[in-house]
Each structure stands twice: as structure tokens, then as C-alpha cells.
């Protein structure tokens, strides 16, 4: 294999396609990407198993082939070389990387031991619109577990009915929901898709006004953009119903300017940010929410003007939990809904309900 290419261009294909190398395996060739020089084009692979990436971009070839690079290495090593030209040429087991008046050697592995990709993903789809489908992502990834013990969390659920959608996200101790509607859809639908997997397509589409079409077949999803192709597998399963855990009805509403609440808890927040739960606590009274937190440190008392209907409550939460959902949201003003101290709670926009955050509480031992 022989070529040449603008180091900025194989930078930037490098640095999408990466994201899919696996960092934690027994096999050596999931490190790596494959580079295919055919035709006046270079395609740069990837995949760990569960994502994969393809990234196609011009290329001046001047000789066929196909070869497996150290993904980590490879990458940080042409970052450094973006300003420059560079011929990548390999024979046997090894490549030789020549820019300017200088040459560096990177040991490969072949292109045989490399997993197929299958692209072959079109039996369903639905498409969207590409700011609804950011923001949709955007709004619940935060939301999903980070460890193994119930894979399943790991990912968000997409259900399609008719035009509408919904997208749900938890982990056991808070929920997002948002609600939207689909371009179009070849059906209804209801896939878990990695939360690793949106935020990677979420950075792969680009900004503005256009359109996204995701594809759907045997537990793996395709989605294109750019000359960049990403498949995943979903998960399986099934998901839990969130009509189960969102309560039907609140005994307490309090409506307060988001930016007020927001800045008030962050400053509560610092104090505890290193114990486990970063425990802050609502007092909601009258006509204020007092915001409170102590630590060894030292301890935090703040009144935020709310407008409050129904009962009194005082409530314990993790604050990275609610300043998150806070800022999920984007009115200036909010709604947070009670029904007591133990019980889960939501968080809202005023007016635009489409998008929900529900947290539980923490017991502390006022209110156990």
C-alpha cells in the first residue's frame, strides 16, 4: 500500500474513527484501525464489537492495499502532523509514515484479522429531524447507567408510534423523558440504543437544519453523515416502563426562575462535592425554596424567591442530579413537583412539557 495525503485531512478521519477502538480487549486487532487505500480514496475502520466507525476521505493512491494500525498511537501521532503532507507506504508487517524530510516506522498487523463490518443495516429506519435527534440526545444520555450490573440502563429507549417518539434514559436513581415527533417511520419501533453509541452519532451529524435517517435491523443500527458511517448494536431486553416510576399526581408545585435556582445549588454544591451523594436540601415554605448543604467544610443556607402551591416539604437530593436536569432545561422558569420527602420528584419546564426529570430522594436520617 501507497499514498498521499493532507495531514489535516487524515487527522480529522482519524480522530472520529478512534472513538471506536476498543481499550480494554485480548485481541490486538480490536486496537487497531484498518486502512484501506483503494481506488483515489482512503476508508479508515474501527470497532470494539459493540460500535463501529468508517470514515472514507480522498487520497492520492499510488499503490492498493490494506493494513492494521495501532488506533491510539496512530492517531496521537498523525495529530502531530497536521500542517504537513504525508505518505503512508507499508510491505510486510510494517509502515512507514514519511512527511517533509522526515520518516517514522509504526508496526501493523494485517488487514485478514480484522472483523467484518456489516453495513447491510436498511430492513427499517426512521428519520428526523438532525436538531431534534441532538437534542433528544443530548437531553437523556446523562441519564443512563455507567456500570454493567444491568446493561440494559446502559442505554436509551426510542419508541415510535406513528410520528411520535420518545426517549427515555435511567439508572436507578433519576429519569429523563423527552417527546417529539419523527419525519417519518417505515413502522413503530422500540430499540435501547448505547448511550456511548448517541453521543457519538450526536458529535458525527452535523449542525442546522437538515435531516437524519437512522436504520434498524437485527439488534444493529446504521446511521450516515459526511462520509462517515457508524453501526451499533442495540440492546436487548426489556426496558423499564417509565409509567411504572413517574407519579401520577403531586401534592406540592413550586415555580421558580431557573437561573436563580440553578446558580443557589451550585454554590450549596460546592461544599459537598467530595462526600458520596453531594447531599443538598430543599426547604420549601411559604414562598421560598431555602437551599441547604454541610460538610466538614463547612455549610451553605440560601432563599430563592418560588411560587409555591400545596403542601410544605423538606427534601434531601444528590445535587449533580438536579443541577443536570436544571440544565436540561431551558425556560426561564421551571416547575418541580412534590409529594413528599421520600417519595420521587419531577422537574419541568413551565410551559413546554415535552422533556421530564425525575429524581429520588436521598433519606437522611430527618427524614427516613
Do not use: H, W
Not at 501507497?2 to 478521519?13: F, R, T
Not at 483515489?40 to 466507525?53: F, H, K, P
Not at 423538606?314 to 431551558?330: G, P
Amino acid at each position: 500500500m501507497k499514498c498521499v495525503i493532507e495531514g489535516i485531512n487524515l487527522s480529522d478521519a482519524i480522530l472520529k474513527v478512534v472513538k471506536a477502538c476498543s481499550s480494554k480487549t485480548t485481541v490486538p486487532v480490536l486496537e487497531c484501525i484498518k486502512i484501506s487505500a483503494k481506488n483515489d480514496s482512503l476508508t479508515l475502520s474501527a470497532t470494539d464489537g459493540e460500535i463501529s466507525i468508517i470514515k472514507t476521505i480522498p487520497s492520492e493512491i499510488y499503490e492498493e492495499g490494506e493494513i492494521c494500525v495501532p488506533g491510539k498511537y496512530f492517531a496521537d501521532f498523525i495529530k502531530k502532523l497536521e500542517d504537513v503532507q504525508i505518505t503512508l507506504s507499508s510491505e510486510g508487517r510494517t509502515m512507514d509514515i514519511t512527511y517533509a524530510d522526515s520518516q517514522t516506522s509504526m508496526q501493523v498487523l494485517p488487514a485478514d484479522d480484522f472483523p467484518r463490518i456489516d453495513v447491510e443495516i436498511n430492513e427499517s429506519s426512521f428519520k428526523l429531524k438532525t436538531a431534534d435527534l441532538k437534542k433528544f440526545i443530548t437531553s437523556t444520555s446523562f441519564c443512563c447507567a455507567a456500570d454493567d450490573s444491568r446493561p440494559i440502563l446502559k442505554g436509551c429507549q426510542f419508541v415510535i408510534n406513528g410520528d411520535d417518539i420518545c426517549v427515555t434514559a435511567l439508572d436507578g436513581f433519576r429519569l429523563a423523558t423527552v417527546n417529539g415527533k419523527v419525519i417519518s417511520a417505515t413502522g413503530n419501533m422500540d430499540i435501547v440504543c448505547p448511550a456511548r453509541t448517541l453521543n457519538e452519532i450526536e458529535k458525527m451529524i452535523p449542525d442546522g437544519d437538515g435531516e437524519t435517517e437512522i436504520f434498524v435491523q437485527r439488534g444493529m443500527i446504521l446511521v450516515s453523515s459526511d462520509n462517515t458511517i457508524l453501526t451499533s448494536r442495540l440492546y436487548g431486553g426489556d426496558f423499564i416502563k417509565k409509567e411504572n416510576i413517574i407519579p401520577r399526581s403531586f401534592i406540592t408545585a413550586v415555580k421558580v426562575e431557573k437561573d436563580k435556582l440553578k446558580d443557589s445549588i451550585e454554590r450549596a454544591a460546592i461544599l459537598v462535592r467530595g462526600d458520596k451523594n453531594s447531599l443538598i436540601t430543599f426547604d420549601i415554605a411559604g414562598d421560598r425554596i431555602e437551599i441547604s448543604s454541610s460538610s466538614e467544610i463547612g455549610s451553605v443556607q440560601e432563599p430563592v424567591k418560588a411560587e409555591i402551591e400545596g403542601k410544605d416539604v423538606r427534601i434531601a437530593m444528590n445535587s449533580k442530579f438536579i443541577i443536570e436536569a436544571v440544565n436540561a432545561l431551558d425556560e426561564e422558569k421551571i416547575v418541580l413537583s412534590f409529594n413528599n420527602q421520600v417519595q420521587p420528584f419531577t422537574c419541568q419546564n413551565e410551559t413546554d412539557k415535552s422533556a421530564l426529570y425525575l429524581i429520588l430522594p436521598v433519606r437522611t436520617a430527618n427524614n427516613a
